[in-house]
């Protein structure tokens, strides 16, 4: 197919071009539909003439729908639009930007999301189907068990995800780890819950606390069904995370002002299971905890961590360095631009 491509560019390369501008309006009216002419303008820096044009040509193929509160993709645009995806990243170089970003991070394998989702929200919406495709097509038959962490990047990834289970393969998702004080709908449990039922697998829940004193995590150590459900954790094929800034994670955790200060001082970028990582990737704070540890992560043959946003770049650069080699990261555009700033492709 490359080859058909490049031959149909040498003889007439202003109709990749019409595709390509075409293929980029569109997705922008499915990012933030319903969407005016002029705003849209702005937003892909055409003019409102040139976008006029091509927006009636895409109305007259009944690709998109023109109202008063905007344009948006009918449904025949909407399956032109996800036709094109695959094509458009693999025609602009997508894959080999993933493939120079795993060689950077010594990892896998990585898989670059278009857009950033910084700035839309379907970006990051976009990885729960992402996501299915990745454990559909890496995750033998059998029984799986899926450790999967908590966060709100996790919870819009849980709530995108879709159909997973066949025939001969059952998957049961388990919390990695145990709740954080946080709202209810972004912990582990609850992301375990809502993958589960997305995907039409099952779950169990961990019903501790992630962070308890010495004594108080002997104690839970010896219940009945804390012991079942790390039994499961232990025995987890495959594990879903998320990265997060460590500053962040560290108030939304409730840490002490005195602990916040010295994350600072010591320049923590990242956080992921419990531990704080430098620039370096080096740890510099780990919260005791219940459940997943990173030490544990070398031995789970399927590791898919997921974050994206520019914003991002420097915390997934630091934790990676601690991740095992077996790691899939699913990024998207901003993170994986703004970490090979300066790359050669």
Not at 100 to 113: G, R, S
């Amino acid at each position: 197919m490359d080859r058909d491509i490049e031959m149909i560019e040498r003889i007439a390369p202003d109709i990749i071009q019409v595709v390509e501008e075409r293929f980029r309006i569109l997705r922008n009216i499915y990012w933030m539909q319903p969407v005016g002419r002029r705003t849209l303008s702005m937003k892909i820096n055409v003019t409102e003439r040139s976008l006029r044009t091509e927006t009636e040509f895409l109305k007259q193929q009944n690709l998109i729908d023109v109202s008063k509160s905007g344009m948006a993709l009918t449904d025949d645009g909407l399956s032109v639009y996800r036709g094109l995806e695959s094509f458009m990243e693999s025609h602009s170089g997508m894959r080999k930007k993933e493939r120079k970003l795993a060689e950077l991070l010594n990892i896998e394998h990585c898989l670059i999301i278009p857009g950033d989702s910084d700035k839309e929200i379907k970006v990051l919406e976009h990885f729960g189907s992402v996501l299915t495709d990745v454990l559909g097509s890496q995750l033998p038959n059998g029984d799986n068990v899926i450790a999967v962490m908590g966060g709100t990047t996790m919870e819009t990834v849980a709530k995108n995800m879709q159909e997973l289970e066949t025939p001969r393969r059952h998957n049961l998702f388990v919390p990695a780890r145990g709740g954080v004080g946080e709202t209810i709908n972004i912990q582990a449990n609850s992301i375990s819950g809502m993958m589960a039922e997305k995907t039409g697998g099952d779950f169990k829940v961990l019903y501790v606390p992630e962070q308890v004193s010495h004594e108080t995590y002997e104690i839970l150590l010896q219940e009945p069904t804390v012991q079942r459900v790390l039994h499961l954790i232990e025995k987890a094929n495959c594990v879903v995370h998320s990265i997060g800034q460590a500053l962040r994670m560290a108030k939304r955790r409730g840490m002490a002002a005195e602990e916040l200060s010295m994350l600072k001082n010591k320049n923590a970028v990242a956080e992921s299971f419990g531990y704080f990582f430098n620039e370096d990737g080096d740890v510099v704070y780990k919260i005791p905890r219940i459940g997943l540890q990173l030490k544990d992560l070398k031995h789970i043959p399927y590791v898919v961590a997921v974050a994206g946003g520019k914003h991002k770049a420097k915390a997934i650069q630091a934790y990676i360095k601690n991740a095992p080699a077996q790691t899939w990261l699913l990024t998207d555009e901003g993170a994986a631009n703004q970490i090979l700033k300066g790359e050669t492709l």
